[in-house]
């Protein structure tokens, strides 16, 4: 069965310094994977998306994403975190045509607190 | 411009009554979905509809119900079935399959 996970609840960080959250999948193929930011009692905005071909991929705000397919992963980074980064992320799995499935799965987020 | 708009951003029912939440998109997007999203628990699919007239169960479905009359509506009931319906609903809508999710702005329920 698809799945996305987020192993990390909360993550801090100062700001100016680097960031990666963590995101790894269970997908039976070809894996259509997202990005999203939510900051508090909005909806979610998305960061960048990979369907296939170059393994990094560039998103907006300054982030970049890398697929690792032997590592089941599609971590999220940023080289200088803004105060204004503060705020939800979540990894998502895009859904399967192949399987009927046409449900998109997400996880459950990773929380970034920026300190000044 | 282009969006999904739901309404309203506040709801506050008592317990024992329906409520409608309005989830309107003019991306003439084919897809639309309806998430709770529960602090800790990301985001839980409620239901999803690929085509007019069609819609199908996600994984929360219990206490809850759509249409889809039209493409760019799929308004959401919450019965007073739903056991624990106070929660923050996100509608979302994409062209296919493979193509990101646009997501509205959220209604937050709360039930007293």
């Known amino acids: 069965a698809q799945s996305v996970t ?3 609840i909360h993550i801090t960080v100062s700001e100016g310094a680097s960031l990666e959250l963590r995101c790894n999948y269970s ?17 979610l905005q998305l960061l960048l998306k990979y369907f296939s071909g170059d393994t990094l991929v560039q998103g907006i705000k300054g982030f970049e994403a890398e697929f690792k397919r032997s590592q089941s992963s599609f971590n999220l980074r940023k080289p200088s975190v803004h105060w ?3 705020a939800e992320y979540f990894c998502a799995v895009g859904a399967n045509r192949a399987s009927g499935t046409y449900k998109y799965i997400f996880g459950t987020g990773t929380r970034l607190k920026v300190l000044a | 411009d282009g969006g999904i708009t739901q309404s309203p951003k506040y709801l506050f029912r008592k317990e024992g009554q ?3 939440l ?9 897809a639309m979905y309806w998430y709770r999203q529960d602090p800790g628990q990301g985001l839980r699919l409620i239901y999803y509809s690929q085509i007019v007239n069609d819609f199908q169960k996600g994984d929360i479905a219990e206490g809850y119900s759509v249409s889809r009359e039209k493409k760019e509506s799929f308004p959401l009931t919450v019965t007073s079935a739903q056991k624990n319906p106070t929660a ?6 994409t062209w296919s399959y493979n193509s990101p999710l646009h997501f509205g702005n959220g209604t937050r329920l709360t039930v007293t």
Do not use: K, M
Not at chain 1, 27 to 43: C, D, I, N, R
């Open chain 1, 84 to 86: 204004s980064d503060a």
């Open chain 1, 6 to 8: 987020q192993p990390d």
């Open chain 2, 88 to 93: 923050f609903y996100l509608c979302a809508s």
């Open chain 2, 22 to 30: 309005s989830c309107e998109q003019n991306l003439n997007h084919d």
């Open chain 1, 27 to 43: 997908y039976g193929a070809t894996p259509y994977l997202f990005w999203y930011v939510q900051s508090p009692g909005q909806g």
């Open chain 2, 18 to 20: 329906n409520v409608t």
